[in-house]
């Protein structure tokens, strides 16, 4: 039977384990976000031993930056600008959050200066039961896949897939696609697990041009299958590391 998966944010999939950690570009969006809109302080424990008290004033997920608010502390803010990536903490909803900035730089929000940042590509949270064991972050393997129209297969990597099943694919530019396609028996290939397959439906398709240069399609689809064969794609992207 296939149906789209209802599943919980992030907030509450801590619930059920200790430790996550999410390579979802779509749920990281949502989490800064959500940041944002509670209020939450995020902090910074600088190399000069200052520390970097802040909170979170804008995510643009399209363009890949977020803005955080000048620390009151003119030193604190200086440190942060002045380093390569920064490494931010945050309280959230009952549960703790960590992850890497890049390129901190001047900018403004709404009138007013402010630091701006790359997104994270990985977030680590984790529930707020006292002292935690050292984690080891496993590496990131490539989700392949298989793609069928009518007689012809095309190979596409999986680059992205939230708690709710929507996903993010890059493939070749050529390849004939528009919103609404529906894609069956898709194959997904991972090296830590057997493949298994799913059904996509197309929801947009964009062109875009990849950082060496080469050109892709960049494809927003919903995935489609049982609650099983989809929790375990979305496992590939928010890793349980208890």
């Known amino acids: 039977m296939w149906a789209l998966l209802n599943s919980p944010d992030i907030t509450q999939r ?4 200790s430790q996550l950690l999410v390579r979802s570009g779509i749920e990281i969006g949502r989490l800064l976000d959500s940041m944002v809109r509670d209020g939450d302080a995020v ?24 803005r955080l608010a000048y620390s009151t502390n003119k030193s604190a803010n200086s440190a942060v600008l002045a380093v390569r990536t920064v490494t931010l903490r ?4 009952g549960a703790q959050f960590a992850f890497t ?14 630091i701006q940042c790359g997104l994270p590509t990985a977030m680590l949270g984790m529930q707020q039961r006292g002292a935690q064991a050292p984690i080891q972050i496993p590496a990131q393997a490539p989700v392949d896949c298989d ?9 596409a990597k999986v680059v992205d897939v939230s708690l ?18 529906r894609l069956e028996r898709v194959r997904i290939c991972h090296p830590q697990c057997k493949p298994f397959l799913v059904d996509l439906e197309v929801r947009y398709v964009s062109r875009v041009v990849l950082p060496n240069g080469a050109r892709a399609s960049r494809i927003g689809c919903q995935v489609l299958g049982s609650r099983e064969v ?5 496992r590939l992207f928010i890793v349980d590391l208890a």
Do not use: W
Not at 90 to 93: E, G, L
């Open 14 to 17: 801590l619930a059920t384990t």
């Open 43 to 66: 902090t910074a424990n600088l190399p000069t031993q200052m520390l970097f008290l802040s909170n979170l004033l804008y995510v643009e997920p399209v363009r890949g930056y977020m």
């Open 90 to 93: 945050c309280n959230h909803r």
């Open 101 to 114: 900035a890049d390129k901190p730089q001047q900018a403004a929000h709404s009138g007013q200066p402010c």
């Open 147 to 155: 793609l069928r129209m009518d007689l012809q297969t095309f190979a």
């Open 164 to 181: 709710d099943g929507t996903g993010t694919l890059l493939t070749d530019p050529t390849i004939p696609l528009c919103s609404g396609t």
């Open 230 to 234: 989809v929790e375990e794609l979305i």
